[in-house]
């Protein structure tokens, strides 16, 4: 599994660690790849590690796993319409997840 929050551990920002922030940055960027996928997924197919990856990522801080399940599961609808549709229900899911609504 990838770790978002590797690139912020022992960085330096105006001469504050960002230690303490690291995780909070890493679930952004990892979000960030999720809204960029759900973006394209009515015309493309973006399923792949980068996706499996930044799912995984979110997932192992929140207790909630149906949210990233039904995103996988969205990916793998045929009909490109519906797909998007339940992407996009799944990444508000997580974003609500994510920010610990």
Known sequence: MHD???KYR???FFGL???EA???YGKRDAFKVLT???AKTFEQDVRGEPIDHALSYLARFDTRT???K???LAL???DAQERYFAVRNALVRIRLCVAGE
């Open 76 to 78: 793998d609808i045929a």
């Open 17 to 19: 660690g960002l230690e």
């Open 36 to 38: 960029d996928a759900a």
């Open 22 to 24: 690291a995780d909070q």
């Open 10 to 12: 022992g960085a330096v």
């Open 66 to 68: 149906q949210p990233y």
């Open 70 to 72: 039904n995103f996988r």
């Open 4 to 6: 978002y929050s590797t």
